[in-house]
């Protein structure tokens, strides 16, 4: 039996490695370079032209943008793309590898943090859920763990944030300041890691305080030190003024999550995360009643006589259902942001799958009553059928017909317009509108800029349209027209 075991064990382990890099290798060459991607992607070739820690500021009027408040990828993640790209490969293979590296973090943490918790078989399914969670179906998408974003990063910072936890809290400090400067977002998650503090401290009523405060005030500061630095530089490059005009652009973006007033409802962010899972939504529902029943009925059972290891587990369940609940409730209640799961991706990717690994381990810890073991059992069986199918499902969708260009397509299209601008030397394109006119500009070595912005008057627009001027470019996909 225990041979059996294995030999399935390390089946189901190879089939889930197969399908997380199926996922993976069309993120890095077969889905399009998108918008959001193309954009971020200004930031480290800037960079290395000498323009400084600056965007092409295509949403701030179109002129070179020194730590423009809009690029919401921090540069955690930008800064190795520029060293990838100083090596002179391609653009958007440096882009797209750093944060399939992250990707390869976040699974390894999970794995870490899934056997930590309730063995080996847990990590399997903690790793198997962001493989299970799909965003592409929006306009704001996340197409796949190597897209040019910051939410992948963050999530992977956050996990290896809550291993370190319970022995080195100053480096989890550290790694959630991080975190942070991946994506901005991650402020949300400051309350999960203070709840798990406050469960790994000693003693009780204000002896447990002074506990939490004595192990909290370090890694408050080292949560810090990555975006005072950040922030520094720019005071340095800025100066004062620009630096106090930079900060009020930084808060009015973070306060408006970027976006105006989207007019969305709660039941209509919830359904979108339903259906967020490759599946019918109602499926990830009952997914989702399972997972926290399971672990809440484990905290409960285990909360006054949890062993040191347990109060280890209990620390990341809280933490875990603290994190999920800040960013989904976040995104869920602001009724101003569009229905795009992207939003409160850092925490779905960093802290779901810890929930359904806390629910395993639930299980294991139920009364010895038969008819406990045997519905918690079902239970954990039907939550991981769930997650094994959502994960099937998004696998095989990896192989449907594309419903918009693809890499191979839009490269072929991006390479006459970019023989273009290499011969009448531009430096601006304006793209019309926003959207896929982006990426054919920051990819044909030009600046990107925004057709209605003032500075971009006299400026060549690139459009996936027809050219109202004369065209000076056209690759069937994509052409250049003479400004109007």
């Known amino acids: 039996m225990t041979r059996t075991r294995t030999i399935l064990f390390w089946a189901v382990a190879a089939a889930l490695l197969v399908g997380h ?64 790209l100083a090596t002179g490969i391609d653009p958007v293979l440096a882009a797209r590898l750093i944060p399939l590296g992250y990707w390869v973090l976040l699974l390894a943490g999970l794995a870490v943090i899934g056997r930590r918790i309730a063995g080996r078989w847990t990590a399997l399914l903690a790793v198997a859920v962001p493989l299970a969670f799909t965003a592409s179906a929006s306009v704001s998408p996340i197409q796949g763990p190597a897209d040019l974003l910051g939410e992948v990063p963050a999530a992977a910072l956050l996990v290896w944030a809550l291993i370190v936890l319970p022995r080195r809290a100053w480096l989890a400090g550290l790694l959630v300041g991080l975190a942070i400067q991946a994506k901005l977002i991650v402020l949300l998650a400051l309350p999960a890691f203070a709840i798990a503090l406050w469960v790994l401290s000693d003693g009780t009523g204000w002896a447990r305080m002074r506990d939490l405060l ?3 005030w370090l890694p408050l500061v080292m949560v810090a030190v990555p975006t005072l630095l950040f922030e520094l530089a720019a005071l340095i490059s800025l100066g004062f003024s620009g630096f106090v005009e930079h900060l009020r652009s930084l808060v009015s ?83 101003r942001l569009p229905l795009w799961v992207r939003h409160p991706a850092p925490g779905i990717f960093a802290f779901f799958p810890i929930i359904a690994a806390v629910a395993v381990w639930a299980v294991m810890r139920m009364p010895r009553s038969r008819a406990a073991r045997t519905v918690g059992v079902v239970a954990a069986s039907v939550l991981a059928l769930v997650v094994a199918a959502g994960g099937t ?92």
Not at 40 to 54: D, E, F, R
């Open 214 to 216: 004595r192990r909290a």
């Open 393 to 484: 499902a998004h696998v095989a969708a990896q192989f449907a017909p594309p419903t918009l260009i693809t890499l191979e397509q839009q490269r072929a299209g991006i390479a006459p317009l970019a023989a273009w601008v290499a011969d009448n030397d531009v430096e601006w394109l304006a793209a019309d509108p926003w959207g896929a006119a982006v990426a054919p500009i920051v990819l044909s070595g030009a600046h990107v800029g925004l057709f209605d912005a003032e500075a971009m008057q006299g400026v060549p627009r690139l459009t996936g349209g027809v050219c109202t001027t004369e065209t000076l470019a056209d690759s069937g996909y994509f052409r250049i027209c003479a400004a109007p």
């Open 253 to 335: 973006f973070v306060r408006s999550g970027g976006q105006g007033d989207a007019s969305t409802t709660v039941v209509q962010k919830l359904g979108t995360l339903a259906e967020s899972w490759s599946l019918p939504g109602v499926l990830a529902v009952i997914g989702a009643v399972i997972a926290i029943a399971l672990a809440v009925t484990g905290i409960v059972l285990r909360w006054r006589s949890a062993t040191p290891a347990e109060r280890i587990v209990i620390a990341y369940a809280l933490a875990a259902f603290v994190g999920a609940l800040a960013f989904v409730g976040w995104w869920a209640t602001a009724s």
């Open 21 to 84: 890099v199926i996922v993976a290798w069309h993120s890095l060459v077969v889905w399009r370079f998108w918008e959001d991607e193309a954009f971020n992607l200004t930031v480290p070739q800037n960079l290395l032209a000498g323009l400084g820690y600056s965007s092409d500021g295509a949403l701030s009027g179109s002129t070179i943008t020194p730590f423009d408040p809009r690029i919401s990828t921090g540069p955690v993640v930008l800064l190795p793309v520029a060293v990838l």
